[in-house]
Nanobody, 128 residues
Framework: VQLQASGGGLVQAGGSLRLSCAAS????????ISWFRQAPGKEREFVTG????????YYADSVNGRFTISRDNGKNTVYLQMHSLKAEDTAVYFC??????????????????????WGQGTQVTVSS
């Protein structure tokens, strides 16, 4: 499956953005999808994930309550709605896909080595 992340841009602190992760090649409904991000000089980190059913979502503490992940399997797309953006949210955001059981917990989903497919990343810059 090929993943295409989009929707990044420049936004002021406190603003909102919606990222999209569009899949091609295979139907997305078999895959759990997560977003990771990498800030300059830092390691890539888990942001949020959603099971293939859409029934469970997981969030890093740093974004919980501000970000929402959702999926539309009919459109083969996963979304990341980001509100109350902070300067520390500035990073390149990547979506990633894996076939995984919905029973796996956040610790499992947060490990980037689990994922088989990655998008190219989209830059989010939050100005303070």
């Amino acid at each position: 499956v090929q993943l295409q992340a989009s929707g990044g841009g420049l936004v002021q602190a406190g603003g909102s953005l919606r990222l999209s992760c569009a899949a091609s090649g295979r139907a997305l409904n078999n895959y759990a999808i997560s977003w990771f991000r990498q800030a300059p000089g830092k390691e890539r980190e888990f942001v949020t994930g959603i099971t293939w059913t859409g029934g469970r979502t997981y969030y890093a503490d740093s974004v919980n309550g501000r970000f929402t992940i959702s999926r539309d399997n009919g459109k083969n797309t996963v979304y990341l709605q980001m509100h109350s953006l902070k300067a520390e949210d500035t990073a390149v955001y990547f979506c990633a896909a894996v076939i995984a059981s919905p029973s796996f917990g956040c610790t499992w989903y947060s490990k980037e080595s689990r994922y088989d497919y990655w998008g190219q990343g989209t830059q989010v810059t939050v100005s303070s």
